[in-house]
Nanobody, 120 residues
Framework: VELVESGGGSVQTGGSMTMSCEFS????????MSWYRQAPGQRRELVAT???????TYLDSVKGRFTIARDNAKNTVFLYMDGLKAEDTADYFC???????????????WGKGARVTVSS
């Protein structure tokens, strides 16, 4: 599995940003996909999750502002972030629950993370 990530950078308060993470390769499927974030000096926290059936859950503080989506054909997960606030500043990580169909076992794969900085 190779992860191809995009997104991150600086944005003004109230602005928008899209992040994506593609799980590239063959011989596996991606079950649950998630986004986490870790602010400086803070613990990593779960931001949003989307199941293979497209059910979603969100951290309370991002509900109504962030949207998680997936493209199953491309094994890609997206995080659309609107109405960004200074407290959203963090390193954002994608995670995929990978199942190797040829071998019958699974593993979690993490992206390397990208910094999102929200400033006025």
């Amino acid at each position: 599995v190779e992860l191809v990530e995009s997104g991150g950078g600086s944005v003004q308060t109230g602005g928008s940003m899209t992040m994506s993470c593609e799980f590239s390769g063959s011989g596996f499927r991606v079950n649950e996909m998630s986004w986490y974030r870790q602010a400086p000096g803070q613990r990593r926290e779960l931001v949003a999750t989307i199941t293979s059936g497209a059910s979603t859950t969100y951290l309370d503080s991002v509900k109504g502002r962030f949207t998680i989506a997936r493209d199953n054909a491309k094994n890609t997960v997206f995080l659309y972030m609107d109405g960004l606030k200074a407290e959203d500043t963090a390193d954002y990580f994608c995670k995929g629950d990978i199942y190797y169909t040829d071998y019958g076992f699974g593993a979690d794969y993490w992206g390397k993370g990208a910094r999102v900085t929200v400033s006025s």
